[in-house]
Nanobody
């Protein structure tokens, strides 16, 4: 069973940056990967995805601020988050796209002054 471990979250002031990392137990060669987030009281949403040829797509509200990237071997996915806003506060998860594996524990991102 694939295991996902997210890290890199924390408390940051508005306008700040964080880099999230996700390690995958095994290669992700040939697999689309994505970052999702879930804010308190809201449904989980897709933030960014990256294809096998590294084509990317982003949620409108993070375009120009977030950058997703990947390493296939060993499997890892990253999310560089710049110009963070309070509305980016959420637990962030990585996973397969679109057919999610079991979810990891996520990493908390809190944007607050």
């Amino acid at each position: 069973q694939v295991q996902l471990v997210e890290s890199g979250g924390g408390l940051v002031q508005p306008g700040g940056s964080l880099r999230l990392s996700c390690t995958v137990s095994g290669t992700i060669f040939g697999i689309y990967m994505a970052w999702y987030r879930q804010a308190p009281g809201k449904q989980r949403e897709l933030v960014a995805r990256i294809t096998t040829d590294r084509s990317t797509k982003y949620l409108d509200s993070v375009k120009g601020r977030f950058t997703i990237s990947r390493d296939n071997v060993p499997g890892a996915v990253y999310l560089q988050m710049d110009s963070l806003k309070p509305e980016d506060t959420a637990v962030y998860y990585c996973n397969n796209y679109p057919n999610a594996w079991s979810w990891g524990q996520g990493t908390q991102v809190t944007v607050s002054s």
